[in-house]
């Protein structure tokens, strides 16, 4: 807890969002945060995590039109 606390003191100013999997339409506040650069936090995780961030932890980045995109979901 205590560096959950950290983190959410340290990103403050770079506007952390701060989420769980079972918040409303997390995937689309999870694209915002990529395509604006915000950092995002998530909370309550269990031993699984959603494959749909997948993607983001893989760094799985490809390019379309010289632009760097990562895709979620299918």
Same mark, same amino acid.
């Given at each position: 807890?205590?560096?959950?606390?950290?983190?959410?003191?340290?990103?403050?100013?770079?506007?952390?969002?701060?989420? @769980?999997?079972?918040?409303?339409?997390?995937?689309?506040? +999870? #694209?915002?945060? =990529?395509?604006?650069?915000?950092? *995002?936090?998530?909370?309550?995780?269990? @031993?699984?995590?959603?494959?749909?961030?997948?993607?983001? +932890? #893989?760094?799985? =980045?490809?390019?379309?039109?010289? *632009?760097?995109?990562?895709?979620?979901?299918?």
């Amino acid at each position: 807890m205590q560096a959950v606390t950290w983190v959410k003191e340290k990103e403050k100013r770079n506007n952390l969002l701060t989420m @769980t999997f079972n918040t409303d339409g997390f995937v689309k506040r +999870l #694209e915002n945060a =990529i395509k604006f650069g915000s950092s *995002v936090l998530f909370e309550g995780i269990d @031993t699984e995590l959603d494959p749909i961030i997948d993607p983001v +932890l #893989e760094k799985n =980045i490809s390019k379309e039109a010289g *632009v760097e995109v990562i895709t979620l979901g299918d």
